[in-house]
């Protein structure tokens, strides 16, 4: 997803935020959970009726890799990019920090196996940039930032 923020005030640039989609809401995915483990514990229920002993613990350790997962799954969607490009720098902000910093005029845009990688270099310095998007995203993505840079630079004109 990429979302065009307003600018701050007292700047010119825009920045543009890229999230990961996601399928489900947070109520979804507790849902989703409950769901499985719901039918696994009435599975289990039934074989330890039917005299499998060991079929609640295994219902157990099921709930809690499914739980496992799924928090893995909504934590890896939760990353994303901040880009910023205004006329005096072109910063991309990941959750660790700045990890790309650099004036707008010598930025060069690498957009390389027909959109598959997109990434921002200057001054032997190179950051790629929206690789969790998809295809179709990333070629947006290219677009705007392409249109974005030549802004900041005055090649607009």
Same mark, same amino acid.
């Given at each position: 997803?990429?979302?065009?923020?307003?600018?701050?005030?007292?700047?010119?640039?825009?920045?543009?935020?890229?999230?990961?989609?996601?399928?489900?809401? $947070?109520?979804?995915?507790?849902?989703?959970?409950? *769901? #499985?483990?719901?039918?696994?514990?009435?599975? +289990?229920? &039934?074989? /330890? !009726? $039917?005299?499998?002993?060991?079929?609640?613990?295994? *219902? #157990?350790?099921?709930?809690?890799?499914?739980? +496992?997962? &799924?928090? /893995? !799954?909504?934590?890896?969607?939760?990353?994303?990019?901040?880009?910023?490009?205004?006329?005096?720098?072109?910063?991309?902000?990941?959750?660790?920090?700045?990890?790309?910093?650099?004036?707008?005029?010598?930025?060069?845009?690498?957009?390389?196996?027909?959109?598959?990688?997109?990434?921002?270099?200057?001054?032997?310095?190179?950051?790629?940039?929206?690789?969790f998007l998809g295809p179709g995203e990333r070629r947006e993505l290219a677009g705007r930032l392409?249109?974005?840079?030549?802004?900041?630079?005055?090649?607009?004109?």
């Amino acid at each position: 997803m990429i979302q065009v923020l307003p600018p701050s005030t007292g700047s010119e640039g825009t920045q543009l935020r890229l999230r990961p989609p996601r399928a489900l809401t $947070a109520s979804q995915f507790v849902g989703l959970f409950a *769901a #499985l483990a719901g039918l696994m514990w009435l599975v +289990a229920g &039934l074989g /330890w !009726l $039917a005299g499998n002993a060991y079929a609640p613990a295994f *219902a #157990l350790l099921h709930s809690a890799l499914a739980a +496992a997962a &799924l928090r /893995w !799954l909504w934590r890896s969607g939760e990353r994303g990019e901040d880009i910023t490009v205004d006329p005096e720098v072109v910063e991309v902000q990941r959750a660790a920090g700045v990890v790309f910093h650099a004036h707008p005029y010598w930025v060069r845009l690498q957009v390389e196996a027909e959109g598959e990688r997109i990434s921002l270099a200057s001054g032997g310095r190179r950051v790629e940039v929206g690789s969790f998007l998809g295809p179709g995203e990333r070629r947006e993505l290219a677009g705007r930032l392409q249109e974005l840079l030549a802004v900041a630079c005055g090649r607009n004109r």
